[in-house]
């Protein structure tokens, strides 16, 4: 007799076909952009019916709200490991936060925009969806805080700041390294404000 418990095996396919249909709906907005993202070329990229797909999700902008939320709890995990082997130098320390964040968003266009841009008309990510960005912030708020940078309004300024540099780099030179380049440069610039303050 096996000592495992039973598997439900029904809610694993249910949770696969809907990993499937994020899968689909991300792979149409890299290609095709985010507004792309229709429920019938979803359905007919994983041989579904589009009426099928009522049974997973109740809209597109459900669909949304998953591919938000997947794109969040990815940053979240890869940002969890980034800061736990920051430098010790805090100025050091501050340049691989932004550098991180800056090629996981110019890494993933559509990814990027479904996060950071409000670029889907009437979609509003529900409280489930926008918790792992939640968390997010509280790590940076976290990571802030250990290298000596308390004020609310010098971490909105660093987000500006890396977010300005992305959204260039997108906009006018996607693939290259344009804006990159300046990052160390601005960062730079954004201490030396900062701890002349303190």
């Known amino acids: 007799m096996s000592a495992l418990p039973n598997r439900d095996r029904q809610a694993e396919r249910r ?10 709906a991300w792979e149409i907005a890299r290609r095709d952009g ?16 589009s009426p099928s797909l009522y049974s997973h999700f109740e809209s597109k902008n459900a669909i949304y709200d998953a591919m938000f939320g997947d794109a969040w709890t990815g940053y979240l995990a890869e940002a969890t490991e980034a800061a736990k082997t920051l430098p010790d130098d805090p100025r050091a320390a ?27 008309p009437g ?18 708020h976290r990571t802030m805080r250990t290298i000596g940078i308390t004020d609310e309004a010098d971490i909105d300024l660093f987000l500006a700041i890396t977010g300005g540099l992305v959204d260039c780099q997108l906009a006018n030179d996607h693939g290259g390294d344009r804006w990159r380049r300046l990052l160390p440069r601005a960062i730079e610039m954004y201490a030396d404000n900062v701890w002349r303050q303190s």
């Open 34 to 49: 985010l507004g792309a993202v229709t429920l019938r070329e979803v359905a007919a990229m994983i041989g579904m019916r």
């Open 15 to 24: 949770e696969a076909t809907r990993r499937e249909i994020v899968e689909a």
């Open 123 to 140: 979609f509003v990510p529900s409280e489930g969806a926008y918790a792992p960005s939640v968390e997010t912030m509280a790590l940076l």
């Open 94 to 120: 501050l340049e691989a936060i932004a550098e991180h964040f800056f090629d996981f968003s110019v890494a993933d266009l559509a990814r990027y925009q479904l996060m950071n841009q409000r670029s889907i």
